[in-house]
Nanobody
Framework: QVQLVESGGGLVQAGGSLRLSCAAS????????MGWYRQAPGKQRELVAV???????NYGDSVKGRFTISRDNAKNTVTLQMHSLKPEDTAVYYC??????????????????WGQGTLVTVSS
């Protein structure tokens, strides 16, 4: 299958910056969308940003102009650069990838992969 490993979360003061990274590994045939979602305590998971293999991006309204998503197709990685962080950005951030992987039987199987989550805490 496909595994996603995130890194880069932590504690930052309001107005600061953080960079999240996510690397996909496994028997990957292709990856269409890669992106980031977040879930704050007591709230539903929400879209932060997604990017296609062609570089088209889409952002959640609350992060537009502050966050930038980028991707390295050769390395199967996606990065989220976050600036001007606010306390309301505090959440667990999850990496997501819409993939197709090659099975042991040489079948091509769609697989929606999720990372384990990384905590971002923004103090006021």
């Amino acid at each position: 299958q496909v595994q996603l490993v995130e890194s880069g979360g932590g504690l930052v003061q309001a107005g600061g910056s953080l960079r999240l990274s996510c690397a996909a590994s496994g028997s990957i045939f292709s990856i269409n969308f890669m992106g980031w979602y977040r879930q704050a305590p007591g709230k539903q998971r929400e879209l932060v940003a997604v990017i296609t293999s062609g570089g088209n991006t889409n952002y959640g309204d609350s992060v537009k102009g502050r966050f930038t998503i980028s991707r390295d197709n050769a390395k199967n990685t996606v990065t989220l650069q976050m600036h001007s962080l606010k306390p309301e950005d505090t959440a667990v951030y999850y990496c997501n990838a819409e993939t197709i992987y090659r099975s042991d039987y040489n079948n091509f199987i769609p697989f929606d992969a999720w990372g384990q989550g990384t905590l971002v805490t923004v103090s006021s």
